[in-house]
């Protein structure tokens, strides 16, 4: 578990992080999100003990994580998969690791092979593509098999397969009782990956809850609906106090109204109805909207 209280982080006069307060529980997955310039990456290095912070503090599993000896036996982190000697090949770089946190040898051989990474254990890093880094460096995370861990853009230069494999990497090990924590700017990626989370901007915590509750915050409910009796039913909607609009498809899209609702006023005025279906808010339109106030430089800005 990740502890966080009041957590605080100033460069001179500019505040990175400001007072974040929040607990990543082990069993699920935690999508860190944010604007860019936000405090994500500056949060995770506080975490690891890379940064101190100049207020608050943070926990891993009760202690701060930077006293303790043999760090990757207690949370695997990547945070930037170029921080690597380009000169090593892969497996030096874990041989290392490994060497200096009292790891047997025989995890490099596994991680490698659970990265996708044994046929290229031996070829040196700087030939490698910003994917094949990208899985070095989850190996590198995995190599202590710990029970926390952090994950700065994992996603970033990964081909589809490498993306589905993340996908369940990350499932697998909150299954396995694991704390996991993603920071990643993909939203569409973390429908699919997170249950939780924690989403900030300049610094500041906007929320702290489960997806699917966050993203219902930034979108009405929306239905889609298809009927023959498009003369009669959209007005009867729309006298029920639902916005109702025509898409290129044939279909409407109603909301103000639920599926229930509408559903009952088809059965009372007898019109049919060829679909009626929710849709799901999207994290996406959630995120744009609930973090518009917090873009450091938003697209469009006058110069």
């Known amino acids: 578990m990740i502890e966080a209280t009041e ?10 992080v400001d007072r974040l307060s929040f607990t990543v529980r082990p069993g699920v997955v935690t999508g860190f999100l944010g604007p860019n310039g936000a405090g994500k990456t500056t949060t995770l290095r506080m975490v690891l003990g890379l940064n101190q912070p100049t207020g608050g503090t943070v926990t891993v599993d009760g202690q701060p994580f930077g006293g303790r000896p043999r760090g990757l ?11 690597v000697h380009g000169g090593r090949t892969a497996r030096a770089h874990l041989t290392a690791l490994a060497v200096s946190n009292g790891l047997p040898r025989r995890r490099v051989v596994e991680v490698l092979a659970e990265a996708g990474m044994a046929d290229a254990a031996d070829r040196r890093i700087d030939g490698f593509s910003l994917g094949m880094r990208q899985r070095l460096g989850i190996a590198a995370a995995l190599l202590g098999d710990p029970p926390v861990l952090l994950f700065d853009e994992p ?5 589809p397969e490498g993306v589905s494999w993340v996908r ?23 429908e699919q990956t997170a249950e939780e989370l924690i989403v900030i901007g300049r610094g500041r915590m906007i929320a702290a809850q489960s997806l699917r509750d966050f993203a219902a915050r930034g979108a009405p409910l929306r239905v889609s609906v298809r009927t023959p009796d498009a003369a009669v ?33 088809a059965f009372t005025h007898r019109v049919r109805l060829y679909e009626l279906s929710p849709q799901s808010a999207s994290l996406e339109e959630a995120f744009m909207e609930l973090t518009a106030g917090s873009v450091e430089y938003p697209a469009g800005a006058a110069r």
């Not at 957590?7 to 990175?16: D, E, P, S």
């Not at 996603?155 to 081909?159: A, E, M, S």
């Not at 990497?169 to 990626?189: D, P, Q």
């Open 155 to 159: 996603l970033n230069g990964l081909d």
């Open 233 to 265: 039913f959209p007005g009867l909607l729309a006298g029920e106090g639902a916005t109702v609009r025509a898409e290129d498809d044939g279909a409407y899209t109603v909301t103000g109204l639920s599926a229930d609702r509408i559903g009952e006023l």
């Open 7 to 16: 957590l605080t982080k100033r460069y001179g006069r500019i505040t990175a």
């Open 73 to 83: 036996r207690h949370v695997g982190a990547l945070l930037d998969a170029h921080d």
């Open 168 to 190: 369940s990497l990350f499932k697998h090990l909150a299954e396995e009782g694991r704390t996991v924590l993603v920071s990643s700017h993909l939203m569409r990626e973390m």
